[in-house]
Every structure is written in structure tokens, then in C-alpha cells.
């Protein structure tokens, strides 16, 4: 039987790798963001390995950030706060599973191909089957950021809230300059760390509120 000693020892636990996350989820990025700026990393080789697998665990990473973000809202509250809260949970992870397929796809053409003509051969290939551009590249990826802002949004504005009204805002500038050029992706890494910092408690729940 479950008890309130294993409870709080359950929540220090999750809150603790919510932290670690919420510092590890950035920092990949902005690895796999400077990986990139590197002349002949945009190719198969090291560069494009290594890059592609740090943003696979940096995204990896942000599904305990996720769960944090969604117990910061209390189960608590009217049943459609909790509806909400929960829509947004789902299209924030439904998103991240569409990204986390990406980027499995670019690690594996990048190993497949023997060069960037290869490549290239490869990626129009994968791309030409049904439902993989817009799903798994131009609007499945998208939810990911809709979800986690619609998280960051209802966590700042609640009463008793952990996040302040910056965490929505650099959160929403770090994706919009991602989007407008990858070349941007480290300084939407130092946007989100900045972000998720109030979740950097380490050996303390984070506190609920309403939602």
C-alpha cells in the first residue's frame, strides 16, 4: 500500500529529473544548434551523428518537463481546466513523438548515406511517402510547441503560480527565431533554459495550483 512517505519520495524524485531536464533538454539543443554551424556537419559524417543524437535526447528529455509543466496545475478545478490542461499535455506529447520521428530519420539516412548526393536520394524518398512530409516534418513537430506554450501560458497565470509571464514569452521568441532560421536554434536553447528555470528544484515537488 502506498504511503504518504512514498508519495513525497515518488514527487521529490519526479521533481528532481524535471529539473535535471529542464537545464539537459537546452542544453542538447543548443549542442546540436552549434553542431550544426560547423561546415560539414550538414552532411553524413560525425558532425551530422553527433548533432542528431544530442537533439534526440534533448527532446527526449522534455517529456518529464512536460509532466512537470502538467503537475503544476493541480488535478484540482473545474472539469474543463482539467480537460485543458490534459488537451494540452496530449498535443504537446503528440507533437514531440512527431519530432522525435524526425530526427530518428535524419540519424538514420545520415547513416545510410555515403554522401550528401545520397543523401539527399534518401531523405526525397522518405519524404515522398504519404503523410510523412506534413505529419512527421511541417505540422506534427508544430504541436509540440503549441502544447508546451499552452502549458507555460496556464502555469504563469494561475494563482499561486511557479512561472512568472517570461516563461511563456521567451519560450514563444526562442521558437519563433528557431523557425525563421536553424541557424538561431542556440539562441532558442538559452531562451527555453531561461524558460524552464523555475523547474530547476531540485528535491522539492513543484507546487500545484488550480488548474
Same mark, same amino acid.
Given at each position: 500500500?502506498?504511503?504518504?512517505?512514498?508519495?513525497?519520495?515518488?514527487?521529490?524524485?519526479?521533481?528532481? /529529473?524535471?529539473?535535471?531536464?529542464?537545464?539537459?533538454?537546452?542544453?542538447?539543443?543548443?549542442?546540436?544548434?552549434? $553542431?550544426?554551424? %560547423?561546415?560539414?556537419?550538414?552532411?553524413?559524417?560525425?558532425?551530422?551523428?553527433?548533432?542528431?543524437?544530442?537533439?534526440?535526447?534533448?527532446?527526449?528529455?522534455?517529456?518529464p518537463v512536460l509532466r512537470a509543466l502538467r503537475g503544476l496545475l493541480a488535478p484540482r478545478g473545474t472539469a474543463a481546466g482539467r480537460l485543458a490542461a490534459n488537451?494540452? /499535455?496530449?498535443?504537446?506529447?503528440?507533437?514531440?513523438?512527431?519530432? +522525435?520521428?524526425?530526427?530518428?530519420?535524419?540519424?538514420?539516412?545520415?547513416?545510410?548515406?555515403?554522401?550528401?548526393?545520397?543523401?539527399?536520394?534518401?531523405?526525397?524518398? $522518405?519524404?515522398?511517402?504519404?503523410?510523412?512530409?506534413?505529419?512527421?516534418?511541417? %505540422?506534427?513537430? /508544430?504541436?509540440?510547441?503549441?502544447?508546451?506554450?499552452?502549458?507555460?501560458?496556464?502555469?504563469? %497565470?494561475?494563482?499561486?503560480?511557479? +512561472?512568472?509571464?517570461?516563461?511563456?514569452? +521567451?519560450?514563444?521568441?526562442?521558437?519563433?527565431?528557431?523557425?525563421?532560421?536553424?541557424?538561431?536554434?542556440?539562441?532558442?536553447?538559452?531562451?527555453? /533554459?531561461?524558460?524552464?528555470?523555475?523547474? %530547476?528544484?531540485?528535491?522539492?515537488?513543484?507546487r500545484a495550483v488550480p488548474a
Amino acid at each position: 500500500m502506498d504511503t504518504t512517505g512514498d508519495r513525497q519520495m515518488n514527487a521529490n524524485r519526479t521533481s528532481r /529529473l524535471a529539473g535535471y531536464a529542464a537545464v539537459g533538454a537546452p542544453a542538447l539543443m543548443a549542442l546540436y544548434g552549434g $553542431i550544426r554551424l %560547423v561546415p560539414g556537419s550538414r552532411e553524413p559524417g560525425p558532425g551530422w551523428t553527433l548533432g542528431h543524437t544530442a537533439m534526440f535526447a534533448g527532446l527526449l528529455l522534455f517529456a518529464p518537463v512536460l509532466r512537470a509543466l502538467r503537475g503544476l496545475l493541480a488535478p484540482r478545478g473545474t472539469a474543463a481546466g482539467r480537460l485543458a490542461a490534459n488537451a494540452a /499535455l496530449g498535443t504537446a506529447f503528440a507533437g514531440l513523438a512527431a519530432s +522525435l520521428v524526425q530526427i530518428g530519420i535524419d540519424l538514420g539516412v545520415g547513416l545510410a548515406a555515403g554522401d550528401k548526393a545520397e543523401q539527399v536520394r534518401l531523405f526525397g524518398r $522518405i519524404q515522398d511517402v504519404p503523410g510523412v512530409l506534413p505529419v512527421v516534418y511541417q %505540422v506534427g513537430p /508544430l504541436l509540440f510547441y503549441v502544447g508546451l506554450l499552452a502549458l507555460l501560458v496556464a502555469a504563469s %497565470v494561475r494563482a499561486g503560480r511557479v +512561472l512568472r509571464w517570461w516563461s511563456p514569452v +521567451l519560450m514563444l521568441v526562442g521558437t519563433v527565431a528557431s523557425g525563421a532560421d536553424l541557424a538561431f536554434i542556440p539562441l532558442a536553447a538559452a531562451c527555453y /533554459l531561461v524558460a524552464l528555470t523555475p523547474l %530547476v528544484r531540485f528535491g522539492a515537488a513543484p507546487r500545484a495550483v488550480p488548474a
